[in-house]
């Protein structure tokens, strides 16, 4: 098959809606998170991306899966968030949300990119905390700022590769991620939603619908998208 999209954090959320739309689309669909994703024709790779060393083994196998692609689109969309702040950020958990949010899509860059042909995209899932910052995320904030910074990176490097690079920033989306963070407060929900213009959360599927324009889009070339159905500015 000549198209792949090899995406990270498929098993849930974003990733596992994105994951649908590209077999849609008529992708074969290459998954990397630590769960399964659970749509019967994605191929997994069982991969801990917060571990620096993932790509020893996981990453001969991803290779040989990408071989005979003409198209790859990357998109690096697995994260994690953490509750910390300037007075009590703990420097190995810095370290770790740097490895998943960061490191581990340069590893993967530059794994796949002697095998990615011009057509090929680069996608990063960054966030609205990528372009500004609330208390309490404070290693998300700088990860998230840092992903917008590698993409524009990606871009300069990538210049005539025919090889184009997004960045998208999603807004409140309903996720496991979003819950874990605000957790079961109606209260919580009520505030949040005053804060978008169309009042409700984003939903994976449109954050997909987002992706697939940009991979499709080489004019969208070293942008940064927001997808946050429009925030209230008071
Ligand atoms: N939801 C929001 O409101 C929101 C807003 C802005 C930006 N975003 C961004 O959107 C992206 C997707 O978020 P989401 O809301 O869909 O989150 P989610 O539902 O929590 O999904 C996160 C995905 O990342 C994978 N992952 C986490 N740790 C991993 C690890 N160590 N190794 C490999 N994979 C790992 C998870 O898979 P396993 O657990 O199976 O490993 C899962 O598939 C993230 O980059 C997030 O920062 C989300």
Redo the contacts with the bound molecule.
């Keep these: 098959m000549s198209k792949t999209l090899v995406i990270?954090?498929?098993?849930?959320?974003?990733?596992?809606a994105t994951a649908k739309l590209f077999l849609e689309q008529g992708y074969r669909v290459i998954n990397?998170?630590?769960?399964?994703?659970a749509l019967p024709s994605v191929t997994n790779l069982k991969?801990?991306?917060?571990?620096h060393d993932?790509s020893n083994e996981g990453g001969q196998d991803l290779l040989q899966l990408i071989d005979d692609s003409q198209e790859v689109v990357l998109i690096?969309?697995?994260?994690?968030?953490t509750k910390d702040s300037i007075g009590d950020i703990d420097p190995a958990v810095l370290a770790q949300v740097l490895q998943?949010?960061v490191v581990?899509p340069a590893q993967l860059n530059r794994l796949l990119l002697p095998k990615m042909q011009t057509g090929s995209a680069i996608l990063y899932?960054?966030?609205?905390?990528g372009t500004k910052a609330v208390a309490n995320t404070h290693a998300?904030v700088i990860s998230?700022h840092a992903?917008i910074g590698q993409m524009r990176a990606s871009c300069q490097d990538l210049v005539g590769s025919g090889i184009h690079t997004a960045a998208v920033?999603?807004?409140?989306?309903?996720?496991?991620?979003?819950q874990?963070?605000l957790g079961e407060n109606p209260e919580l929900y009520k505030e949040i939603t005053s804060t978008i213009a169309l009042g409700r959360?984003?939903q994976?599927a449109e954050?997909a619908d987002t992706l697939w324009f940009c991979s499709q889009s080489p004019a969208i070339n070293g942008a940064v998208i927001h997808a946050n159905l429009g925030q209230v500015e008071r």
Aim: glycine share 8%; net charge neutral; with cysteine.
């Design positions: 990270t954090g498929a098993s849930k959320g974003i990733g596992l990397l998170s630590r769960s399964a994703c991969i801990d991306l917060a571990s993932w690096h969309n697995a994260a994690i968030m998943l949010n581990a899932v960054s966030s609205t905390l998300y998230k992903a920033c999603p807004g409140f989306t309903e996720t496991e991620m979003l874990a963070h959360l984003v994976p954050i």
